[in-house]
């Protein structure tokens, strides 16, 4: 079984910074890329940010400069590291992770969706 878990979320003033963590745990052979997305109240779903297992990157236009993700391979952990934040930033953040793990000596496939962290910035 595979599980992955969010942390990092909380209330910042605009201007400040937060550090979101991605943990992805069990039969897990290969992380093959991991992302963040976000959701603001009846808004869709975005990507904001995601890294390959090579660490490749691509952002979503409104984080470049501002946000930065980084990944621990030995851990299947990645990081979002963000600055300068925005009151428009303020949203349920999730973590995605497209992996391979075995199950009854087979191989899989899947993408794992975290429960979501919330990041509120106040103006």
């Known amino acids: 079984q595979v599980h992955v878990a969010e942390s990092g979320g909380g209330l910042v003033q605009a201007g400040g910074s937060l550090r979101l963590t991605c943990a992805a745990s069990?039969?897990?052979?290969?992380?093959?890329?991991m992302g963040w997305y976000r959701q603001a109240p009846g808004k869709q779903r975005e990507l904001v940010a995601a890294?390959?297992?090579?660490?490749?990157?691509n952002y979503a236009d409104s984080v470049k400069g501002r946000f930065t993700i980084s990944r621990d391979n030995t851990e299947n952990t990645v990081y979002l590291q963000m600055d300068s934040l925005k009151p428009e930033d303020t949203a349920v953040y999730y973590c995605?992770?497209?992996?391979?793990?075995?199950?009854?000596?087979?191989?899989?496939?899947?993408?794992?969706w975290g429960q979501g962290t919330q990041v509120t910035v106040s103006s």
């Open positions: 890294i390959t297992s090579g660490g490749s990157t």
């Open positions: 069990g039969s897990i052979f290969r992380i093959n890329a």
């Open positions: 995605n992770a497209d992996l391979t793990y075995y199950s009854g000596g087979y191989g899989y496939t899947d993408d794992y």
